[in-house]
Structure formats: structure tokens, C-alpha cells
């Protein structure tokens, strides 16, 4: 079973480790879902990647949480649950502005670009105080039908990761689509960690838990915090299918 890394860095006088992951909502050997607000246990938690999708601050439904914070409010949320080193998805002009509140500049930026019929078609991911490694993952050749590329696609190569990843959002009709309300693609957060050195992964708002299974496929241990039960609930059960999956394969 691999044990998640008890070094506490940020514990001063506000209850242990112990404490909090002595009654998660999931745990299994590499996962663990903890029902709360994340600003009452992130600095309770051992150091760790932070990889996230957080709340846009727009106003968005979501079960039981109203997403219309003030500015100062919105900048003392990410300051106190998003440490460096951090990955976060958003929107490119909320990305300068998280730069602003987190006081870094980014070490790199990607967009992700998906299909839709709204005036918004891209998402930026920008990686704070680390750096993803491009020669850790490929993709496809643009080009698939020039003579060349035919070859190396014959023997079995890919192109380069590039900074311009084009990937399908989650649909009502996606096969890994949830109850929850604004889903990422699994396979935008597991190209993610895939790039990224890290030994635990933290996703401080985790929704349906996409960060986890991300997590799970790639065999890295994780802790995901998500103040809906309901979300939870379909978190824990995505990453039990994982289990399930990884058994039968
Ligand atoms: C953009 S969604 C994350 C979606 C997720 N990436 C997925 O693929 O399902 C943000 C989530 O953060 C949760 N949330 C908002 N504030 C929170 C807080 N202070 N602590 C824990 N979770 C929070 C919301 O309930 C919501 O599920």
C-alpha cells in the first residue's frame, strides 16, 4: 500500500494530519477524498502538487456553493489553498490575475482548445514554481498523410507535445460525463501530471474528481478536498471504477 508522505509544512496550531485523514470520505491505496472546505484542512496536508480546475468566480451553479465571491474574498481563497508549486486551468485573463494573487509569475502556459459554440473555445493551464518536461508525453502529427509523417507513424512515433493541446470538452453525451455541472477532461488533467514531476497530487476543489483519476491511472498518490457530499460521492465512485478497471486490465 503506498503511504501518503507525512511531512507537514503547513500545520502551525490548527489541528494534524492525523486529524484530518482519520475520517476521509474515500481512501483507498492511493487516494484519498476528503468531504470539506478546503480553506479548513489544505494547510493540515503534507506538501504536494496542487493541480486544479477552481471555482471561475462567475456565478456558476454548482450544488451548495455559491460562486460569486468578492474579488479579496476570491484572491484569499486561492492565496490560503494554492501553494506553489501549482497547476491551475482558467480562463487567460483570470490566469494574469491569479499571477497577481499568487505573486509569481507562471514558469509555463498552455492553451487548451476545444470545439463549442460560445465566444469562449480556449482555456488556459499555467504551472507555478515548477515546470512540465514537453519530452514526457507526444501527440498526434498534424500532418498525417505527408509521406514522412506516414513513416514515423508506421514506426510507431508521435510529434512533439506542442503548447496548443486540442482536446474535447466533457458533453452530456461524453462517456465520462457526470451529475457534475463543468467536468474536465481526464485526459486534459492526466497529460498534466503526466509532464509534471510529482510525488502527491493535491486538488484543493476536486469536483467529480477528474484530478484523481488522472491521478490513479497514472499510479501517482492523491488527495482531492470537495465541500459537496454529492461531488464526493461521484468522485469516490469514478475512482473505485479505476480500481475495478486496473484489477480487470
Ligand atoms: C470547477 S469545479 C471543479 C471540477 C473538477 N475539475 C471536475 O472535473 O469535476 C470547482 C469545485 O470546487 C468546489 N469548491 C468550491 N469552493 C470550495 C472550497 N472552499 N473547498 C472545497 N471545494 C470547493 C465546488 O463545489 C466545485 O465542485
Known amino acids: 500500500m503506498t503511504e501518503i508522505p507525512t511531512t507537514i509544512e503547513r500545520s502551525e496550531g490548527r489541528g494534524s494530519l492525523h486529524e484530518v485523514l482519520a475520517s476521509p470520505?474515500?481512501?483507498?491505496?492511493?487516494?484519498?477524498?476528503?468531504?470539506?472546505?478546503?480553506?479548513?484542512?489544505?494547510?493540515?496536508?503534507?506538501?504536494?502538487l496542487v493541480v486544479s480546475d477552481p471555482p471561475y468566480n462567475v456565478g456558476y451553479h454548482y450544488d451548495g456553493y455559491k460562486d460569486n465571491l468578492t474579488t479579496e474574498e476570491y484572491q484569499e481563497l486561492i492565496r490560503s489553498v494554492c501553494p506553489l508549486p501549482c497547476v491551475l486551468i482558467h480562463y487567460a485573463e483570470d490566469l494574469c490575475a491569479l499571477s497577481w494573487t499568487l505573486e509569481e509569475i507562471p514558469?509555463?502556459?498552455?492553451?487548451?482548445?476545444?470545439?463549442?459554440?460560445?465566444?469562449?473555445?480556449?482555456?488556459?493551464?499555467?504551472?507555478?514554481?515548477?515546470?512540465?518536461?514537453?519530452?514526457?508525453d507526444g501527440q498526434d502529427y498534424r500532418n498525417p498523410n505527408d509521406k514522412r509523417i506516414r513513416e514515423r507513424i508506421a514506426r510507431g512515433e508521435r510529434a512533439r507535445l506542442y503548447d496548443w493541446w486540442e482536446i474535447n470538452q466533457v458533453k452530456n453525451v461524453s462517456n465520462e460525463k457526470t451529475e457534475h455541472p463543468c467536468q474536465i477532461p481526464?485526459?486534459?488533467?492526466?497529460?498534466?501530471?503526466?509532464?509534471?514531476?510529482?510525488?502527491?497530487?493535491?486538488?484543493?476543489?476536486?469536483?467529480?474528481?477528474?484530478?484523481?483519476?488522472?491521478?490513479?491511472q497514472l499510479g501517482i498518490p492523491s488527495i482531492g478536498i470537495e465541500r459537496n457530499e454529492k461531488y464526493c460521492a461521484i468522485a469516490a465512485g469514478r475512482v473505485a471504477r479505476e480500481n475495478a478497471l486496473g484489477l480487470a486490465g
Open 25 to 48: 470520505y474515500y481512501k483507498d491505496t492511493l487516494c484519498t477524498i476528503i468531504n470539506a472546505d478546503s480553506r479548513d484542512v489544505m494547510h493540515k496536508l503534507p506538501s504536494g
Open 186 to 216: 481526464t485526459d486534459v488533467m492526466r497529460r498534466i501530471l503526466k509532464i509534471t514531476d510529482c510525488k502527491l497530487v493535491i486538488d484543493p476543489f476536486a469536483g467529480s474528481g477528474t484530478t484523481l483519476v488522472a491521478a490513479k
Open 107 to 136: 514558469e509555463k502556459m498552455v492553451a487548451w482548445v476545444y470545439p463549442s459554440n460560445t465566444a469562449r473555445q480556449w482555456r488556459g493551464i499555467a504551472w507555478w514554481g515548477c515546470k512540465p518536461d514537453f519530452d514526457k
